[in-house]
C-alpha cells in the first residue's frame, strides 16, 4: 500500500517510528514533512496528505500533531477524506470496518509509541466490511 504522511512538530518524533513501522510492514510511505521539530502549522500537512489520499495518489493517509484533534478537524474538511482520530487499537479497526477511513490521526503527545504503533498496524490491516456500512456513508457525500 502506498501511504501518504504528515505531521506538525508535536508529531514529528511518533511520525519518525511510524514511517519505520510502515517500511518494515513493506509499505511504500511518502512523507509529506514536517522535516524537525521547528515549529509549523498543522493545517499545511494535512493539505498535502489529504491530496494525495483524494487524487489516488496514495491509498491511505496517516497525520500527526500533539493531540490529533487540529488535524482530524483539518482533514474532515476535504471531499471524500473520512479521517479518524484514534486513541486506541479498537476504534482503529471500526473506522476502518465500519466507516472506511482512508486518513488516520494520531496524537504524538497522547499516545505513546507502543501503543500508537499497535493501532497503525491494526487501521492498515483492516478492511472496510461495506454493506449496510456503505449505505451510511453514502448518505454522508
Ligand atoms: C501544537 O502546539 C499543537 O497545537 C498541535 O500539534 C495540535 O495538537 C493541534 O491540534
Sequence with gaps: ??????????????KQLVMEVLRT????????????TESVDYPDFAAKVCELVRSGNCDRGIL????????????????????ALCHEPYSAGKSREHN??????????????????????????????GGRHQRRLDKLS
Design 25 to 36: 510492514m513493506g509499505h511504500e510511505v511518502v512523507n509529506e514533512g514536517c522535516l524537525s
Design 100 to 129: 472506511n477511513a482512508n486518513v488516520l490521526c494520531l496524537g504524538g503527545r497522547v499516545v505513546g509509541p507502543e501503543l500508537a504503533l499497535d493501532i497503525v498496524r491494526v487501521w492498515v490491516q483492516t478492511e472496510f466490511a
Design 64 to 83: 500527526i500533531c500533539g493531540t490529533g484533534i487540529g488535524m482530524s478537524i483539518a482533514a474532515n474538511r476535504y471531499r471524500d477524506i473520512r479521517a
Design 1 to 14: 500500500m502506498k501511504i501518504a504522511i504528515g505531521s506538525d512538530h508535536g508529531g514529528f518524533e511518533l
